[in-house]
């Protein structure tokens, strides 16, 4: 597969030939900037990102990270990280160059993610790529971890391998933001995931709420879950639509990777939740966590106890105390949680600033009824300056409806 920079394709990828590398924009000045080079690199970071994709819903606690291997401006070998425990995406990548008995000796290495330089699950990637001969490494992001940053260039370097970051840095951050997230601060990056009518409600005022959007949105929300390491719903939403919460196809069948299915997890202070409902009773139980507050009857408690895993959280306001579940749902390596609750639990996660991102999705409706329940309620702002505010905004056509993808700028 030969090099072709004219047929890169898309606004963004047009922007990043337009604009320099954020190494060189800050450098002051360029001295031997070689644009065909850095129109070749874009091209085939564009590809390890799409084989990063890959890993989508399969990673968690490890990054979703692609690489590939080009040699003398043709692809020889390319992989991604498809598991926790498995191997890594250069590995994948030298590995499969070797399958069709090329050396990857003087070859170019274009890895999403600065390769590991530490013993953890696997060996250090830093050393295979140094033993393979490698000439020049590009990559996205460097290791978000203190800890590790930078390690990985430098060992490379110390090995006189040319190393360039920054090729295409937003959308690898992107794509691993929970991951960075939980990296840096040990707690889950958490989306809060709302289907609304245009007035943002999310049920009638007989509480009927099936089906608000049509399928090819709710499809959309299914990818979502299947991506995160945790769903969450409060007991309301429990005892009023006796959820599954699995990532599933409209048949009910499991979404693929259906050996790793998200937590479920449900906020139920009293400990209310029937021992007959599905998250309780079916048979991915083992996957269901009830967070009980730390008086919850003991009966109820014991009772569920039987059939799922219960935490008992300290209390906050008459309520679980979110910081203590976040953090302690860290402390289980869990990178990220959708919150999928009804108006108060939405409310509590926002109010609190502990959300980062929102997913709301409007079907064309109006449903109007003051007392019909709303995506989402709490006290709402006191003032224009407690307005919650949004940034990195993106709206989105999903056939009839419309999505609203954006991060919380607290």
Same mark, same amino acid.
């Given at each position: ?101 090329? %050396? ?73 933001? %929970? ?25 009638? !005022? ?130 990220? !949680? ?19 991102? !929102? ?52």
């Amino acid at each position: 597969m030969a090099t072709n920079p004219s047929a890169i394709k898309g606004r963004e990828q047009t922007d990043d030939l337009r604009r320099l590398p954020k190494s060189l924009e800050t450098a002051g000045h360029i001295e031997n900037f070689d644009a065909r080079q850095h129109a070749c690199d874009v091209h085939w970071m564009r590809l390890a990102l799409g084989l990063a994709r890959k890993g989508w819903g399969r990673t968690s606690p490890n990054p979703m990270v692609g690489a590939v291997l080009v040699k003398a401006g043709k692809l020889i070998g390319k992989g991604w990280h498809k598991r926790a425990g498995q191997p890594h995406a250069e590995i994948e990548a030298l590995c499969d160059a070797e399958s069709k008995g090329i %050396s990857p000796e003087g070859s170019m290495l274009y890895v999403t993610l600065e390769p590991c330089s530490t013993h953890g699950r696997t060996p250090p990637c830093t050393d295979a790529i140094i033993a393979a001969g490698i000439k020049r490494v590009v990559m996205a992001t460097v290791d978000p971890n203190p800890r590790h940053s930078g390690r990985g260039i430098d060992l490379l370097r110390h090995a006189s391998i040319e190393v360039i970051t920054g090729c295409l840095a937003h959308s690898a951050e992107r794509l691993n933001e %929970s991951w960075n997230h939980w990296i840096l601060h040990r707690t889950p990056w958490v989306i809060v995931k709302a289907a609304m009518t245009l007035d943002g409600k999310i049920a009638t !005022v007989n509480g009927e709420s099936k089906w608000i959007t049509g399928p090819l949105a709710r499809a959309y929300s299914m990818r979502i879950r299947r991506g995160v390491d945790a769903v969450l719903v409060g007991i309301n939403t429990v005892l009023a639509d006796n959820p599954s919460l699995t990532p599933h196809h409209p048949d009910g069948t499991i979404l693929p990777p259906a050996s790793r299915l998200p937590k479920r997890v449900v906020l139920d202070t009293h400990a209310r939740t029937p021992l007959s409902a599905r998250l309780v009773s079916d048979d991915h139980r083992d996957s269901t966590l009830i967070v009980v507050g730390e008086n919850a009857p003991h009966r109820r408690v014991e009772s569920l106890s039987r059939q799922v895993t219960v935490w008992s959280a300290p209390l906050q306001n008459g309520r679980i105390d979110l910081h203590w579940l976040l953090n302690r749902l860290g402390e289980e390596e869990i990178t990220s !949680v959708l919150v999928e609750g009804g108006g108060e639990v939405n409310a509590s996660f926002l109010a609190n600033k502990l959300a980062h991102r !929102v997913v709301f999705l409007y079907a064309p409706r109006i449903l109007g009824g003051r007392d019909a329940p709303k995506s989402v309620a709490g006290l709402g702002a006191g003032n224009w300056h407690e307005v919650l505010k949004l940034t990195a905004v993106k709206w989105r056509r999903i056939g009839p409806d419309l999505l609203l993808s954006a991060r919380l700028a607290y």
